[in-house]
């Protein structure tokens, strides 16, 4: 085990053990790990929280970079950028022309509920309408029962009972 830092020294480049573990392709365990077998150049904080710096190897660049093997990856990054773009602009307008058919759908549904809505209007009128001339014929009726009770049934009774037989 080596010299392990309690704090990280000021102006001296650091990262976590989590992020160090995924520069480098690793577990964080495994960085931690390799900071106290002086693999890895770090410490742990008194709040138990691991540091590593990268100043040095594997996280520091070894040799200058290569000019020509940057300018081909930045190539490669704006043709797959502008390739992205084109296909961002095709999923674009395929989603407004199937906002169009949406909204288009929506209009004919509401025309349709309104129709439905003038139907069931008249719906309701012809069934209010077929109510008062119920109500209309049940007067008449009545009407017309009490005055055929009226006129077939005498004021006095006696008239009614059979004569005597003599």
Do not use: C
């Amino acid at each position: 085990m080596t010299d392990i830092h309690t704090t990280p020294v000021r102006g001296r480049p650091w990262v976590s053990s989590r992020k160090a573990a995924e520069l480098i392709g690793r577990d964080h365990r495994t960085v931690q790990r390799m900071v106290r077998d002086g693999e890895l150049a770090g410490g742990r904080q008194t709040s138990g929280r691991w540091f590593i710096y990268t100043d040095r190897p594997p996280f520091a660049a070894a040799a200058p970079p290569n000019l020509a093997d940057e300018n081909a990856l930045l190539r490669a990054r704006a043709e797959a950028a502008e390739e992205a773009n084109r296909i961002l602009l095709s999923t674009q307008a395929s989603l407004l022309g199937a906002l169009a058919d949406y909204q288009q759908g929506t209009g004919a549904l509401r025309q349709a509920l309104e129709t439905e809505q003038e139907r069931s209007h008249l719906y309701h009128e012809a069934a209010q309408s077929y109510r008062r001339s119920a109500d209309s014929l049940t007067t008449a009726v009545s009407a017309f029962r009490d005055l055929s009770a009226a006129s077939t049934i005498p004021d006095d009774l006696s008239s009614m009972a059979a004569p005597p037989k003599a």
